[in-house]
Each structure stands twice: as C-alpha cells, then as structure tokens.
C-alpha cells in the first residue's frame, strides 16, 4: 500500500521551517502556502464543514473554494492557501464554524 | 501628498493585467496594479520570477514565456501593490482592499478589471473528499511549491489544461494511473465550421495534437469518452470509477485531479451590475463589452480571461488595446495615435483568437458533469445537492437567488464562486427554460471576508510616489 501523502517536493528545498499540527511537529518546506505544506504530509481531512462535519481539504488552491480553512495561532478560518507558512505556525483544523468574538476578545 | 486618484488601477496581475499596466506607463499614465498574489504572473506565470530551473524545465516553454513581461512591470513606473484583496468596488471606480491585513482604498479615473478565470466546478458523486483536487491546483502547487504528486494520480475530465498537465507530470518524472477524458476521440473534423477559421491558429491545435501524442508515446493510460464518473472512499479518495469501452472501470488512486475547463471569474462585475450575457459555446457568464474592452458601466473595462476565456496571449492583447483607448480617454493620445497604435494589436488579436471556437466545441463540458444526479453536493460550504435545488424550483424557485432563502445554497464563505454556474444549469434544466432565463446570484460585497474592525480603520492607500513602492522581489 502505498504512502497516502499526496505530494513531496521535485527537489529538496533550500530551506524548511517548522510548525505544528493538531500539536504534532511538521517539517515543511519554506517559501510556500500553508496548504501546500500542509499537503507533504499525511493529515487527510484539514477541516470539518460546519453544516455536517464532511470532512475537507484543500481543493482549488486559489482562494476560490474556501476547502482550506484551518485555524493559524488561534484565528478560525483562515485559507491555508493564500497565506505564506511561517517558521512556528500552530495550525488546528478548522471544526465547524468560528465562534463568535464578543466583548473585543478578538485580536484581529 | 500627491494627488489621492490614480489615472488607472488595474487589479490583477496576470497576462492582461501586466501588458495594460506597461502599455498604460509608457503613454504616461500613472497606474497602480493590485494583485492578490505574492508576486505577478496570475495563474499562469505564477511565481516565474522565482521558480527553480528544473521547475521552469517541467512547466514548459509557455511558462516561462511570462518572465521577460514579469521583469518589465518590476522594473517600470507601474506602482506594483502585491498581496492585495479586494474586497469591494464602486461604480465610482473606488476600490477598497485588504493589504496585510489593513483596510485601504484607492480612487481611480478609470479602472480595468483583469481577475482572469477560476475552473470551472466538476460536482460529481465524491468530489467533496480530501484528496480529490483540480488540475490547476496540481499545476499552481508545481509552480508555487515544486510539489508534485507522491502516490497514484488520476487526471480526469477534460481540456488543454488537463493534458498540459500530464505532460508536465509526465516530464517531472510521475506516473499517471489513467488520463480518463470525457471528451469524445480526436473528431476535430466533425466540427467543420470551426475547423476552417481556427486553421489560422493552427498553432495553438499543434500544440494541443502534440501534447496528445506526447502522453501515447510515454504509454499513459487514456480511457476516452469516459461517463458516469464518480469518486470513491470513506474519509478521503480512494478510487475512481467511471464507464468507458463499454466496461465499468475502477482505478484506484490517492488524488484525483478534476478539470472540465475555466470560466471568467466575474465576481466584481457582477457586483458592480454590469451588464452579462450567458455564453452558449463557453457555458458562461460574460460580462458585455465593447471592443476595446469597457464594459456597460463608463470608465470600468475588462481584459482577459475575466471576461470571456481566450487564453493567454488573447488576454495579454486585450490588456494593450484597453490600455490604448484608457490613454485615449485621458488625452494622453489622439484618435489618429490610438489608431495606428492599436492596429497590430486589433491584427493579432484576429490570429489568437482563431482557434477558440473549435476549442471550445472540442473540449465542451459534458452535461452529467455540469447538471449532476440528485444525490451529488454542488454547493459545498453549505452542503446542498442537486436533487435538494430541484427540490427547491418544484416549491417555486426560479433562480439561483431564491436557493439561498429556500436553503442557504450559495451563502457560504465562497459566496457561490463554485455553485453558481452549477446552480444556475440545474435550475434552467429543470425549469426548462435557458440559464439566461434563470440568472445568477446577485453578488455583493464584501467579495472576501473582511473584520469589523479592519473595516472600521480603512484609510487611502499612501500614493506617494516619493518613497520606493513596496514590492516582494528585490
């Protein structure tokens, strides 16, 4: 059976940063998309929709579809593909809907 | 502080984008081209100024054929503003986007839309499963991240973008498991009419017959006029299925890649309300315009895949004729000038565009794909299927903008970029009616999302042009 990581690099990177997933430890390539890194690994589902808990993953890879929502550092809903991966990234899934930020909790 | 309204802003980068943006500078105009990316190039020059030899030699000539125009927008006058969303224009040509995060606005004297195309949705049983993508995803992740796939692949669907990439998967040393094309076998000369004028670019059909031949003598496994496609696997994709020869056929694989061409990304004009027509041969929205490219509102034009697909160097022409009559509008040139100026290009426009009707009646996407079975999800951020939108039209809805009362359909964070053409062909096909008929979502900003907060702190973008522009490459 083979890997189910779905892709890898046509060549080493110059150079690779690492984040977290879920709390695992990721080496990634840098210079990339988040989801791209992402996609060197075997994560499968990198959210769950928040009508039915379908499990989703990156998908267009141009900021159309909004498959890759993830959590970066405690942002819900952030797409994974338009945003660069940065050395110390902690990165959740993204579970259902983002709660709502009452009373300027929000740091954004 | 200079003046805060701008001669012309451009938004998008891409082959349209960046020849209106030189073409614009050299007759004297001040222009600023928003992009939402990195670094220019659009789609289909992404990220060549920084790509890898060995990446550059994957992609193909076609690729980097973008990088002597990437290096003269870098390089010229053209106030260049990467990683830029926008998020809402006016019919004022106002132009308010996220960069970095914060809030900005920008007035322009005319403003040329050049967003391109975005791939046309493939709704078939399973296409929501992770490891399902589309072809251009797999083709921006080799451009973007040297990525390609590590375990079985499957390119299914069809047209020039899906064989491109398998010769380019091909190249990098990938194996496919199967090329499984909807389109019929090679019958160009079934469609005569088309054929006669598109031998004027006979160039563009070699490079589609080449492509072909490439993937047969590398032994890619091609089933043809492939039916009833459907995704399988439990929590992600496992196999895909389909019918072809005759036979059922299952090839199992860990990503499948989907494409059944582009379509104008027309979410600005649509929210602007400018006049579209629904394309019969395209399938598509297109918004109206007139030859030099301005659409039904004054001083707002679109060059490009935007508008209506033609490709690449189409679009690339259509940026310097917008260009030219935008220069023309502002008394930079004269009618005599804007003349003679634009006849090479109104020549060459003849020439790049010869081949796309035949094109489009090649690779014309399959109506099972596009108007799918009951059970199969179209709208994917709310999880509503087809039978559910049938459902919805036989209690009385009439088009795409009734759905989202009837059930939310359209009204997730994509805000119908995937469902909409879907929608509107489920809808029509069950009415009985065409989808001009039916129409489509009414799109409002804000077309990305954006915070309370950053909305309450926008401010003019700084136009002064004394300080060196901000730009991602050095």
């Known amino acids: 059976m083979p890997t189910e990581t779905l892709f890898r690099r046509l060549q080493l990177a110059d150079k690779y940063v690492q984040i977290e997933f879920e709390g695992t430890p990721l080496t990634v390539p840098a210079d990339v998309s988040l989801a791209a890194a992402l996609l060197t690994h075997d994560l499968g589902a990198t959210r769950e929709s928040a009508i039915n808990g379908r499990p989703g993953a990156a998908y267009c890879m141009m900021g159309v579809c909004f498959e890759c929502l993830v959590e970066v550092d405690g942002q819900a809903n952030c797409q994974a593909c338009l945003i660069q991966v940065v050395e110390g990234m902690r990165v959740r899934r993204q579970r259902g809907a983002r709660d709502l930020l009452i009373g300027g909790q929000g740091d954004e | ?474």
Request: net charge positive; hydrophobic share 40%.
């Open chain 2, 1 to 474: 502080m200079s003046d805060p309204v701008v001669d012309l802003i451009i938004i998008g980068a891409g082959p349209a984008g960046i020849s209106a943006a030189l073409e614009a500078s050299a007759h004297g105009l001040e222009v600023v081209l928003l992009d939402e990316q990195g670094s220019p190039g659009g789609q289909i020059w992404r990220n060549v100024a920084q790509a890898d030899t060995r990446t550059r030699q994957v992609l193909g000539s076609d690729y980097s054929a973008g990088q002597p125009l990437v290096e003269a927008l870098l390089a010229s006058n053209v106030r260049y503003q990467p990683n830029a969303a926008v998020w809402q224009v006016t019919e004022e040509r106002c132009v308010h986007f996220l960069l970095d995060g914060k809030a900005r606005v920008l007035q322009g004297r005319q403003l040329l839309i050049a967003t391109g195309a975005m791939e046309r949705p493939m709704p078939i049983p399973g296409w929501t499963l992770p490891g399902v993508m589309t072809a251009g995803a797999g083709q921006i992740l080799l451009k973007s991240a040297a990525l390609v796939p590590q375990g079985p692949v499957i390119l299914a669907g069809c047209g020039p973008l899906l064989y491109l990439l398998a010769v380019q998967y091909l190249r990098a040393g990938i194996g496919i498991e199967a090329l499984v094309d909807t389109s019929e076998r090679r019958d160009v000369f079934k469609h005569s009419r088309q054929l006669r004028q598109a031998l004027a670019g006979w160039r563009d059909l070699l490079k589609g017959l080449s492509l072909l031949a490439t993937l047969k003598r590398a032994g890619v496994k091609h089933y043809r006029a492939a039916r009833n496609l459907r995704v399988e696997g439990g929590r992600r994709a496992e196999a895909l299925c389909f019918d072809s020869d005759g036979r059922a056929q299952k090839v199992w694989a860990s990503l499948i890649l989907l494409h059944q061409g582009v379509a104008p990304n027309i979410q600005i004009s649509q929210s602007l309300r400018a006049d579209h027509d629904w394309n019969e041969q395209q399938l598509c929205w297109v918004a109206r315009r007139d030859s030099w490219g301005e659409t039904s509102l004054p001083g707002i034009f679109i060059a490009g895949d935007g508008g209506a697909i033609g490709g690449a160097n189409v679009a690339a022409t259509q940026g310097r004729l917008a260009a030219l009559a935008i220069a023309h509008r502002l008394q930079k040139i004269d009618a005599c000038r804007l003349q003679a100026l634009s006849k090479p290009w109104l020549q060459m426009l003849g020439r790049q565009s010869a081949a796309r009707p035949l094109i489009d009646a090649l690779y014309r996407p399959l109506a099972q794909n596009r108007i799918p079975h009951d059970d199969t999800i179209v709208c994917r951020c709310e999880e509503v299927s087809a039978g559910t939108i049938r459902g919805y039209v036989e209690l009385g809805c009439l088009g795409p903008n009734q759905t989202k009362a009837f059930g939310r359909c359209g009204m997730g964070p994509c805000q119908g970029r995937q469902c909409g053409l879907s929608v509107t062909e489920i809808i029509a096909e069950h009415r009985n009616v065409s989808p001009a008929q039916v129409g489509y979502y009414r799109i409002r900003p804000p077309l990305k999302p954006i915070t309370l907060a950053q909305l309450a702190s926008e401010r003019e973008l700084e136009t002064s042009t004394s300080s060196t522009p901000e730009r991602s490459l050095s």
